[in-house]
């Protein structure tokens, strides 16, 4: 087989070749494109649909559960996408150690946990080591996209977003808004309000 045509029927799930060395994004997609990475993909509705939309990108999901992945994996199938990868591992556990420098044009990071009760709040994905790492990640003037059901946390969100000079706020595009995820379309349906925000990184 062609080594390009093997590369465009290459799996959804990437099989990490280790957790311990930076990704190395050409391995992963067969074109050269502007990456965007879902941090905690859930089902793929929204990492599948707007992969769709943006052909002339690239598409990282992370998700921790199987069962969650190979519905990413079945969706994008589906819809004959070749420009949509995912793997397995802590969001977090990627985004400090995996994903290498100035990769991604966006982290789009949807639902997290809210981990509500106090003691537990240091387990939050985003926190206040968080801008510092998005912003070694992102390429330059790469964005930062968030939703939450809990005001609490977008609290927090807003805060340690706010209170650096490594990036400023910038809307979410009403395209981008539109694209809701399988968490969102629950909170819709018993009218929980989706709180949005959005930071552009400030170069060095």
């Known amino acids: 087989m062609h080594p390009d045509l093997a590369r465009v029927n290459a799996p959804i799930i990437y099989e990490l070749p280790s957790i311990l060395d930076r990704l190395e994004m050409p391995r992963l997609f067969n074109l050269p494109k502007p990456c965007e990475v879902e941090l905690g993909s859930g089902d793929g509705s929204f990492l599948v649909e707007y992969a769709q939309r943006h052909p002339d ?12 992945l190979r519905k990413v994996e079945r969706k994008a199938q589906r819809a004959g996408l070749t420009n949509l990868r995912a793997v397995r591992i802590e969001a977090s556990y ?6 290498p420098a100035h990769c991604a044009c966006a982290l789009h990071i ?20 968080f801008p510092a790492l998005a912003h070694e990640r992102l390429a330059e003037r790469g964005k930062v996209f968030l939703r939450t059901d809990d005001a609490d946390y977008f609290e927090q969100m807003c805060a340690v977003f706010g209170a650096g000079s490594l990036f400023r706020p910038v809307d979410t595009p009403s395209e981008l808004a539109g ?8 909170f819709q349906a018993r009218g929980i309000e989706t709180l949005h925000a959005g930071y552009e990184s400030i170069p060095g």
């Open 110 to 129: 949807y639902f997290p946990d809210p981990w509500p009760k106090r003691k537990h709040r240091r387990h939050r994905l985003v926190n206040s080591s």
């Open 94 to 99: 990627l985004l400090q150690y995996l994903l």
């Open 179 to 186: 694209v809701i995820t399988d968490f969102e379309s629950g």
């Open 57 to 68: 990108h690239n598409f990282l999901g992370v998700e921790r559960l199987l069962g969650r």
